[in-house]
Nanobody
Framework: QVQLQESGGGSVQAGGSLRLSCEYSDYPYSTKNMAWFRRAPGKEREGVAAVDRDGTTNYADSVKGRFIISKDNAKNTLYLQMNSLKPDDTAMYYC??????????????????WGQGTQVTVSS
């Protein structure tokens, strides 16, 4: 069974950086669409960034220029480098994947496989 496992969350001050990792089980994930989502307290889950099977990346406007999504197929790991963090970035971050073509990368229903999440807390 395919599994995703996030790590790298933690507590940082505003302006700091964190790198999230998502390890995926041995499966041809180089052919998969993968993304990071987040859910802040009291808010809906939102798409943060995505990378498709061709390596094309997409970002939410709120993180453009600050976050970078990347994938290392040799290590079976998806990353999210988060820089210039703000208190509004505080949320549980989830890794997601799907084999099928994703039309709207920011919609959580497009992805059928999810990790358990890793907490990111940014203090002012």
């Amino acid at each position: 069974q395919v599994q995703l496992q996030e790590s790298g969350g933690g507590s940082v001050q505003a302006g700091g950086s964190l790198r999230l990792s998502c390890e995926y089980s041995d499966y041809p994930y180089s052919t998969k669409n993968m993304a990071w989502f987040r859910r802040a307290p009291g808010k809906e889950r939102e798409g943060v960034a995505a990378v498709d099977r061709d390596g094309t990346t997409n970002y939410a406007d709120s993180v453009k220029g600050r976050f970078i999504i990347s994938k290392d197929n040799a290590k079976n790991t998806l990353y999210l480098q988060m820089n210039s963090l703000k208190p509004d970035d505080t949320a549980m971050y989830y890794c997601a994947a799907d084999q099928s073509t994703v039309r709207d990368w920011y919609e959580d229903y497009e992805y059928r496989i999810w990790g358990q999440g890793t907490q990111v807390t940014v203090s002012s």
